[in-house]
Structure formats: C-alpha cells, structure tokens
C-alpha cells in the first residue's frame, strides 16, 4: 500500500508498505504489485517499467493528487 501521511508538525510522509504477492492485473506474474497500471490496474515491477512515464504519473497522482510534475518522479524521485 502507498500513502501520504500528515505528521503532527505538518509534513507529509511518503509510507510504501508490502504486501502479500498477487496476480498482476496486466501479465498474470505473481509477484508484489502496486495500483500503477495504466487504468490503476495492481502490476508488478516489470510490467511497470515498460512504460515508466505511465507508471510515474499514475504514482504522482496516488501521493499527490492532479497536481504534480510525473518527469520529476521519473526522473529525480
């Protein structure tokens, strides 16, 4: 699971937990997946570097909602 957390000083924490392996949604693998597919289907790290834009923006809008830049999670996150 991926979330943002607000401590009590008012920072955000960026908290990524494990999870139980799964089916991902895009190539069947079982492996542990995150909600970053195209349409947020849950996939696995290979199916998710394939398309890393994708996977970066889908990622950005999860922490931080419409309003972020996915080349800057891409490329410096």
């Keep these: 699971m991926t979330r943002v957390q607000l401590r009590e000083d008012g920072n955000q924490v960026i908290i990524i937990e494990t999870e139980p392996d799964d ?3 895009l ?12 349409n947020g289907e849950r996939i696995c790290f290979d199916c998710g570097m394939k398309d890393e834009k994708t996977t970066a923006k889908r990622f950005g809008h999860i922490l931080f909602g419409d309003e972020h830049d996915p080349v800057f999670l891409l490329y410096h996150g």
């Design 27 to 38: 190539c069947g693998k079982i492996d542990e997946l995150r909600p970053y597919g195209p």
């Design 23 to 25: 089916k991902c949604e």
